[in-house]
Nanobody, 115 residues
Framework: QVQVVESGGGLVQAGGSQRLSCVASGLTLSIHPMGWYRQAPGKEREMVADITSGGTTNYADSVKGRFTISKENKKNIVYLQMNSLKFEDTAVYYC?????????WGKGTLVTVSS
């Protein structure tokens, strides 16, 4: 059974940094794309960043140049380094892993940016 668990959320001041971590377990291979989504209060869930097993990354325009997604080699572990955080980055951040076309979600971790 695939399980996705995020960690690293918390309260941070605007302009600060935070790193989120995610582990996807229950998988026998480490070839699966992984990513991060977020949902701010009153808004729809949106893609933040994703990464393929080969290291190709993709970012939402709103986080380009500030956030970096990375993946541990040959492991289903992904990180999201968030720098220059803004109040509007406040959201629940969800990690995902795509296994042969099926998307699995974690329960999310809350990041609160104080202005």
């Amino acid at each position: 059974q695939v399980q996705v668990v995020e960690s690293g959320g918390g309260l941070v001041q605007a302009g600060g940094s935070q790193r989120l971590s995610c582990v996807a377990s229950g998988l026998t291979l480490s070839i699966h794309p992984m990513g991060w989504y977020r949902q701010a209060p009153g808004k729809e869930r949106e893609m933040v960043a994703d990464i393929t097993s080969g290291g190709t990354t993709n970012y939402a325009d709103s986080v380009k140049g500030r956030f970096t997604i990375s993946k541990e080699n040959k492991k289903n572990i992904v990180y999201l380094q968030m720098n220059s955080l803004k109040f509007e980055d406040t959201a629940v951040y969800y990690c995902t892993v795509t296994v042969f076309g099926r998307l699995y979600w974690g329960k999310g971790t809350l990041v609160t940016v104080s202005s």
